[in-house]
């Protein structure tokens, strides 16, 4: 059994700041990969950053230079910080991981799981 759990969303003002967290607990044996997406309303859920089990990051066009994607691979946990947000920044962010599961203590399958997401809005 593996849980995914984000926290920090909020209301900010355009221009401010808020920083996503995200846990992963439960039966793992090792992380793979990781990743942000969010989803506005009406549209598609889109990637907005991912970070891999070496520590590589890539962001969407969008967000570069304003958001930073970075790991705890001790806690699994990630992070994104999210700087000079504006009002399209306005969606619901998801984290995602990429792991492989074990059965007491022996690696077994690799699994994808979805947190439940948090609510970002970026409004005067």
């Known amino acids: 059994q593996v849980q995914v759990v984000e926290s920090g969303g909020g209301l900010v003002q355009p221009g401010g700041s808020l920083r996503l967290s995200c846990a992963a607990s439960g039966n793992i044996f090792s992380i793979q990969a990781m990743a942000w997406y969010r989803q506005a309303p009406g549209k598609e859920r889109e990637l907005v950053a991912s970070?891999?089990?070496?520590?590589?990051?890539t962001y969407t066009d969008s967000v570069k230079g304003r958001f930073t994607f970075s790991r705890d691979n001790a806690k699994n946990m990630v992070f994104l910080q999210m700087n000079s947000l504006k009002p399209e920044d306005t969606a619901v962010y998801y984290c995602?991981?990429?792991?492989?599961?074990?059965?007491?203590?022996?690696?077994?399958?690799?699994?994808?799981?979805w947190g439940q997401g948090t609510q970002v809005a970026v409004s005067s």
């Open positions: 970070i891999s089990s070496g520590g590589s990051t």
């Open positions: 995602n991981v990429d792991l492989r599961e074990h059965v007491y203590g022996v690696p077994y399958r690799v699994t994808h799981y």
